[in-house]
């Protein structure tokens, strides 16, 4: 189980670098456009949507990329909390 464990963090930590690369490429004028850029939008995006739609811009800042790092993070302690019992 602790090989499985692993896997499933390593997973998740992947997908919140995912996440942060694809927030800062927010501040890169045509970076989303690029190949990179719209395989990280198809990826990521679908995760996000929900926080914003919830959670609305201040401004010119977006928070909902952190709040949803947040709740991955949270979402990631408890499993490992879960995964741990077995």
Request: proline share 6%.
């Amino acid at each position: 189980m602790n090989m499985f464990q692993n896997l499933i963090f390593r997973l998740v930590d992947l997908y919140q670098f995912a996440i942060i690369i694809y927030i800062f490429m927010s501040w890169f004028p045509g970076s989303r456009e690029s190949s990179i850029g719209q395989f990280l939008e198809q990826i990521v995006e679908p995760y996000l949507e929900p926080f914003r739609r919830v959670i609305p811009p201040i401004g010119m800042l977006d928070i909902s990329g952190i709040a949803a790092l947040i709740v991955l993070q949270l979402a990631r302690n408890g499993l490992g909390i879960l995964l741990g019992y077995f």
